[in-house]
């Protein structure tokens, strides 16, 4: 499953560099996760890196975007093929 940013968001912008995917983005008021792009780090790091930068935890799993880790590996390669 993809992550999502919660209202507690306080836009310190830690989370956008992290991502290796460039999944994360600056809204307003809230930075937004695209869960297209979201492989939760599959293929990149031991575990998500925006949730291990957050500072507030504001990053969590977004029940609507429901995968399973083939399914963010498989994500993975795809974006690297794209690339």
Known sequence: MSLKITNECIAC?????????G??????????????????????YDEPACIAVCPVECIVSDPDN????????????QLQIEE
């Open 66 to 77: 429901l995968e399973s880790f083939e399914e963010l590996k498989l994500k993975f390669k």
């Open 13 to 21: 912008d830690a989370c956008r560099d992290e991502c290796p995917n």
């Open 23 to 44: 999944a994360i983005e600056e809204a307003d008021p809230i930075y937004i996760i695209d869960p297209d792009v979201c492989s939760e780090c599959v293929g990149s």
